[in-house]
């Protein structure tokens, strides 16, 4: 069974842009929202909107509250997340498919 959270939570994960060294997705819920279990790699996570969420993983919860605007390093895991707040839950996650590389491009990649 894929731990792909495109796959387990559809309703809620979209792709935003994907090339070889990222995959970026967003993410949207309201109140009261579960999802299905799921993994993410090593990934950068924005916040578009405040939310208050319950994060199961390894038979723990973890309750957190973030503010629009934060922007924050997630290691590489496995969890399912519950909107236990009164506000949709929206967010950007830029997910690092490889290891960094160094390179002597010095411009932009578009």
């Known amino acids: ?19 070889d060294q990222v995959r970026v997705l967003e993410y949207l ?5 579960l999802t299905k279990p799921h993994q993410h790699p090593d990934s950068v996570m ?12 390894n038979n723990t919860t973890r309750d957190v509250e973030i503010a629009s605007g934060t922007t924050s390093w997630l290691s590489a895991q496995i969890h399912a997340g519950e909107n236990i707040g009164s506000t949709d839950t929206h967010v950007i996650f830029v997910e690092l498919k490889n290891a960094s590389s160094l390179t002597t491009d010095i411009g932009p990649q578009i």
């Open 29 to 33: 819920d309201q109140p009261g929202h």
């Open 1 to 19: 069974m894929s731990m792909d959270p495109i796959e387990t939570n559809p309703e809620s994960y979209k792709v935003v842009f994907e090339n």
């Open 46 to 57: 924005y916040t578009l909107s405040s939310f208050s969420r319950r994060l199961h993983a």
